[in-house]
């Protein structure tokens, strides 16, 4: 091979890095934006759904997806909306079962959990050996309430089914303000008895919600880990996940619990992710609407350098972080589209 076809070929697959030296190997891929739930700080009650004929295909969003994993990607978050509403969606993850091993570490999910019963062993079948499950309250009047459409004995049996199929469940809790406060202990309990990781979120300012409500809801983690700290001895992991993500290990229990604290602390300076929308828009910050546009060089032809090329001048700009504040109470940083249309 010529000098310059071998530099070429190497450059072709070089590792995504972005300005601020930061390796991206995880990307989160958005395959709907629909969602059988509407969680009251997630998405409005009526929302307008993309029309079908925007969404990318399954053998599109393969082609992207392997085109990251191409460049370097070694873990793929499969999300929404609720990724397991999209019609035939355990293609994609057996499609992309084939790269585990072969560029890809990890292939997951993250879900509500309700159609879990159902996908489960498929899932674990197609390699997934772990799964983030969102469920805020063990209430099921109150799970009622938050995700307006949701009933919580079909999202426990899915979490069942994750465990009778072998799969590791994480549960993903949004700390919300006069709402699972006093479920703080219930949780953590629930899930020492289940064997479950738990990770805390704090309310991040995306969609149309109005400042006051917002604000309302917001609980800060730091004071949700004080209180943990009443009754158990917090000690802080090492461990990192490249993401925002923080742990500690309850001594007591021996459970490992994880913080994602965007608004009291950002842990952006380690970010390694960008996020797809099921149109093919990427997103280098789940906090900026800065965007690149993959759809138009996927679909101008069956050759991927345009669409390499595409992702490398949108790493080029990844932002340094995002700037959500809650500070002095008001709401700054908001962005406009909803989590369910990035994907969280
Ligand atoms: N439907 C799936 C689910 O609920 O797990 C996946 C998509 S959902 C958008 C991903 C995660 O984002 C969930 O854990 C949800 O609780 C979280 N989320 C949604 N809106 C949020 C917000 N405004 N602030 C913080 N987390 C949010
Ligand atoms: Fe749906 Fe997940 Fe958003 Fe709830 S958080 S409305 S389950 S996308």
Not at 57 to 68: I, K, P, V
């Amino acid at each position: 091979m010529p000098a310059h076809a071998y530099l070429c070929a190497m450059d072709a697959h070089a590792p995504l890095i972005d300005p601020f030296a930061r390796p991206i190997t995880y990307l989160r891929v958005s395959v709907t934006d629909r969602c059988d739930f509407r969680c009251t700080y997630c998405m409005a009650e009526h929302m307008q759904f993309l029309p079908k004929r925007d969404l990318l295909t399954l053998e599109e969003l393969d082609r992207l997806c392997s085109a990251f994993v191409g460049l370097g990607v070694r873990k793929l978050r499969v999300t929404g909306g609720e990724p397991l509403v999209r019609r035939n969606i355990m293609e994609f993850f057996r499609a992309m079962s084939r790269h585990l091993g072969a560029g890809l570490d990890e292939l997951t999910l993250t879900t509500n959990g309700s159609q879990l019963a159902r996908f489960a062993t498929e899932l674990a079948d197609c390699g997934v050996r772990r799964v983030n499950v969102s469920l805020d309250t063990l209430d099921e009047d109150r799970f009622a309430r938050i995700t307006r459409w949701g009933r919580l004995p079909q999202v426990l049996q899915g979490i069942e089914a994750a465990k009778a199929a072998g799969m590791r469940v994480k549960i993903n809790t949004v700390a919300l303000k006069g709402f699972n406060e006093d479920e703080l202990f219930r949780l953590v309990g629930w899930c020492a008895d289940q064997g479950h990781d738990l990770t805390f979120i704090e309310v991040m300012p995306m969609g149309e919600m109005g400042e006051e409500e917002r604000l309302d809801q917001y609980w800060a983690l730091s004071d949700l880990r004080d209180r943990l700290g009443e009754r158990f001895t917090l000690t802080p992991l090492a461990e990192r996940t490249g993401g925002p993500a923080r742990y500690v290990r309850l001594d007591e229990t021996g459970q490992k619990i994880g913080f994602i604290t965007p608004l009291t602390h950002n842990f952006c300076e380690s970010c390694n992710r960008v996020r797809i929308t099921c149109t093919g828009e990427l997103f280098m910050c789940l906090g900026q609407e800065d965007r690149a546009d993959l759809r138009a060089p996927l679909r101008a032809g069956a050759e991927d350098a345009p669409l390499r090329a595409a992702i490398r001048d949108a790493i080029a700009r990844k932002p340094k972080g995002h700037d959500f504040d809650y500070s002095r109470q008001h709401v700054a940083g908001q962005v406009s589209r909803y989590m369910s249309h990035t994907g969280g």
